[in-house]
């Protein structure tokens, strides 16, 4: 039996599930493709960034980081932006823009997580359904009942299940994919927000000394 054949049997709800599945199956790819863009080599791009802000070219530095992709840059721009700020001040607007940083690669990964919890569910509700067309059947023919009758409801439910536990293991391993390459992303965030600091501040003793 074919997919297309087993999502035919499980009825409104195995398509239900199939949607929902695309749904995840789309925001994966397009936050894959994201975050694939959103990570550099932090460490590289911060040299070529030392080099040109020890030479005292702001402007040029600015532009490079509009330039490049991704949080690492733009925590970079904001740090130069506010590098006459006391440290902990440049700590503290450094740490509220990574966060909104963060929120901005969580998003929509709601979705993956919704249609992971709720895809069982409806396959599950899929299955009482099938179960339920059963016993009608089982009621209405009483005694007479063919096996064929009831093995209809029977292969919704197993249609249903199967639909349902399939969709939802792939967005359970997406979404634990998409938090690992987040979770990597968030570390360079971190290192490069002390770097930069230490690197502007010592910049700024040189400069008074």
Known sequence: ???????????????????????????????????HRAR????????????VLGKGNIKEALALCDETPGPVAYLVKVAILYRDAEKEDLY?????????????????????????????LLGL?????????????LQSQGPLVQSANLLDGLLISLAT?????????????????????????????ERTRYEIVSFLKGVRRQEES
């Open 1 to 35: 039996m074919g997919i297309f054949n087993l999502i035919s049997l499980g009825g409104a709800v195995a398509w239900c599930i199939v949607a929902s599945g695309v749904a995840a199956l789309y925001v994966f790819i397009e936050r894959s493709l994201s975050l």
């Open 161 to 189: 299940t199967a639909i349902g536990l399939g969709v939802a293991i792939p967005c359970y391993a997406a979404f634990n994919l998409l938090v690992i390459k987040i979770d990597r992303i968030v570390l360079d965030m």
């Open 92 to 120: 503290r607007t450094l740490r509220d823009a990574a966060a909104a940083e963060i929120s901005r690669m969580e998003r929509r990964l709601v979705v993956i997580t919704t249609v992971a919890q709720v895809a069982p």
């Open 125 to 137: 509700f899929g299955t009482i359904l099938g179960i339920l067309q059963g016993a009608i059947t």
């Open 40 to 51: 550099i080599r932090y460490s590289d791009f911060l040299s070529g960034m030392f080099n």
